[in-house]
């Protein structure tokens, strides 16, 4: 492989763990209702993500001094796409614990894969002479701005199938005639209406 070939392939390399991420993080919340979790058990969903990292922090050196630095790449992106799919199969199903597995597999992947793609940008920049591991890292970057744009992207295409987005007001005052007639009319400025318990045409509360 020249390596040119080899440099475009570590640019997307890194990209990919960025994009998986962001996109997690940006549907945080709507994993975190699909699970109906509270503080508590999201707590232990994301500690996942942390033991999986560490994990494949402290087995990368060994891994790749006996089976390379391209092998552990290889199973380190597996293991970062494999773990995206089990977060959203396992948030779809309501269960906490998969989720959790499978942010543990995303972090063990990329835990290992990360250090072992500096390994190959670091070699890389000695072959080729020129400074490469700023811009490798600037492709991780680019990789979160595509996956949050993608998230929010499609927290966009689910207001528009009826469902508003998270933090739209007219949904929460919704929630909140439903909870509080009376503190609904006073968010929505002291006009009632038939959610309140007051007339179809609507009166000020303040005479």
């Known amino acids: 492989m020249s390596l040119t070939a080899r440099r475009n392939a570590l640019f997307l390399l890194f990209a990919l763990p960025g994009v998986t991420i962001a996109s997690w993080i940006t549907r945080t919340p709507d994993i975190r209702e699909l699970l109906d979790a509270g503080p508590a058990v999201m707590g232990l969903v994301l500690a996942g993500l942390s033991i999986g990292s560490m994990a494949g922090i402290l087995v990368s050196g060994p891994l790749m001094s006996r089976f390379g630095t391209r092998a552990v790449i290889q199973s380190g992106t597996v293991a970062v796409a494999l773990g995206a799919v089990v977060?959203?199969?396992g948030s779809a199903a309501g269960l906490a614990?998969?989720?959790s597995l499978g942010l543990c597999l995303f972090g063990l992947g990329m835990g290992g894969g990360e250090?072992?793609?500096?390994v190959e940008g670091a070699e890389m920049e000695a072959?080729?002479?020129k400074s490469t591991l700023p811009a490798l890292h600037g492709f991780f970057s680019l990789g979160t701005v595509v996956?949050?744009?993608?998230g929010n992207g499609a927290d966009c295409r689910a207001g528009s199938r009826g469902h508003?987005?998270?933090g739209d007001w007219r949904s929460s005052l919704r929630g909140a005639s439903a909870r509080n007639p009376s503190r609904a009319c006073a968010i929505s400025g002291g006009t009632c209406n038939d959610s309140c318990g007051g007339p179809a045409e609507g009166r000020s509360s303040v005479a």
Do not use: E, T
């Open 127 to 129: 072959l080729s002479g």
């Open 147 to 150: 996956g949050a744009l993608a």
């Open 115 to 118: 250090i072992a793609l500096n």
């Open 97 to 99: 614990w998969a989720a």
């Open 87 to 89: 977060v959203g199969v």
């Open 164 to 166: 508003p987005p998270r």
